[in-house]
């Protein structure tokens, strides 16, 4: 890295030029340094990085989540420990699960109006077994696992429950992939 005194009149200079040289401001000192070419490692790890990476956000640009599914995944995060989007939120819990590739999908998770409460149902993309839980509220703790069979709506009991609470719906397949959905309230309508 070298040091430039009255570079081009004396003016402070910065940017590249040729796509060669880079001018910067370094601690008050002008300096000029060879533009550095940046790795790319194409190791196998990286590249299933990557793909990971890549799978995780298809997932929230899939036509199959609905305008609801990704309100689900922003009242989520909202009530998360941690400040972010639901989109963030399903690319946190999409590469948790992923790490041992176990991530499968679902959506059009909705609360529907029951004749004295709320009847939970889910669209999962695999067969196995869909869980609703209520994690917060005065029904926390409550859940109910029933077996799912992909693309087939799974209905699960109609609750009283009042609207302070919160529920998800996760679903396992034969193979162990777990997925889950973004948070409800679960409010009798």
Known sequence: MGKVKGA???????????????FANWKGIQVVKKKPTPAN??????VANRNQMTDAVGYWHNTQLTVIDKQAWNLRAQ????PMSGFNSLIQRVRLAGLANTWCQMYNAHMLAGIA???PDIIANVNGQATFM????????YSETLP??????TFFTELPISESSLAIFTVIDGAGN????????????
Do not use: M, N
């Not at 081009?8 to 880079?22: Q, R, V, W």
């Not at 997925?179 to 009798?188: I, Q, W």
């Open 117 to 119: 409460g709320v009847v």
């Open 41 to 46: 490692p194409r190791t196998a790890d990286q």
């Open 79 to 82: 009530k998360g420990s941690k």
């Open 8 to 22: 081009f009149g004396g003016l402070e200079t910065k940017g590249t030029i040729a796509k060669t040289y880079t």
């Open 134 to 141: 209520v994690i917060r509220g005065p029904a926390a703790g």
């Open 178 to 189: 777990v997925g889950e959905s973004g948070a409800f309230y679960v409010a009798v309508l």
């Open 148 to 153: 799912c069979v992909a693309g087939v709506t």
